[in-house]
């Protein structure tokens, strides 16, 4: 009743259409038969009133995960980033955190890909840096490069986000989302419903350090196959030259795999 009333509200202000947008505060189960049935309530009156019903494709934003559909089902699934650290895991994971803004929270859930010893000169440039075992003593710093998982939080429904670099993930999202509108509201595709509108997909936000002494967590946006694939086309191999991601060469030297 109180849609149906918002939507002739918004008729008698002259709008001509309205997104069904979900947001902070939802009561009713995401894309379960009653919220459908409040969606094709919504797209009738829209019809009814000669407007035109946009549909969205997320709970909240943003888009991806579909309320924390996808990721509940395969953990593979989830956001993925590599996490450069001076600390090395000790397997103590992390709850599910709050908001969505922790998706670079560290969760020590995650696999051991490689260390470094990262060796700087007096001006802050890489003067070496050496793949090392993760018992082997450094000359400089020792860095720990770990396959990460995005954790779980209240924003996603006690869920995490999801590795939209991951084509199999993203056909899962489409699946769930929009075949399900089609299924509902399709009759009405290209009519009534013009449009979905999707809210900025993401990947893990890159953590840079501010100065070339900082021993803060530094991160990079990740995928499994992301390695391998660089590879493939670059010749390059990415794994071993990411200091060079975060550190400055000497003065006059290039990094051609930055």
Avoid at 79 to 105: C, D, F, W
Avoid at 162 to 169: E, F
Avoid at 177 to 191: A, I, P, Q, S, V
Avoid at 220 to 225: A, F, G, N, S
Wanted: hydrophobic share 30%; glycine share 8%.
């Amino acid at each position: 009743d109180e849609l149906l009333r918002q939507i002739d509200v918004f008729k008698k202000m002259g709008f001509g259409g309205f997104h069904m947008h979900v947001r902070t505060g939802l009561e009713t189960e995401y894309l379960s038969d009653e919220f459908m049935d409040y969606i094709k309530a919504c797209v009738k009156k829209a019809k009814d009133n000669n407007m035109l019903s946009y549909l969205y494709d997320e709970d909240r934003w943003p888009s991806g995960a579909a309320g924390g559909i996808v990721t509940k089902e395969k953990d593979e699934y989830r956001q993925r980033m590599l996490r450069i650290t001076t600390v090395p895991y000790t397997s103590k994971k992390l709850g599910v955190v709050a908001g969505h803004e922790g998706s670079n929270a560290r969760t020590e859930d995650g696999e051991l890909i490689t260390c470094f010893d990262i060796v700087l000169d007096q001006d802050g440039y890489l003067k070496s840096y050496n793949q090392i075992g993760f018992d082997d003593i450094s000359d400089g710093t020792k860095w720990y490069v770990y396959l990460d998982k995005s954790p779980k939080a209240t924003w996603f429904n006690n869920q995490s986000y999801i590795d939209t670099l991951n084509k199999d993930a993203m056909d899962r999202f489409i699946e769930i989302t929009y075949e399900t509108y089609l299924k509902n509201c399709g009759k009405d595709f290209g009519k009534t419903i013009p449009s979905i509108f999707t809210d900025e997909p993401q990947f893990s936000h890159k953590r840079r350090i501010d100065y070339p002494t900082d021993k803060e967590d530094i991160t990079l946006p990740w995928t499994p196959d992301l390695a391998k694939t660089f590879k493939e086309t670059y010749g390059e191999d990415l794994i071993a030259g990411i200091p060079e991601l975060f550190w400055n060469l000497p003065k006059g030297k290039v990094s051609t795999i930055r």
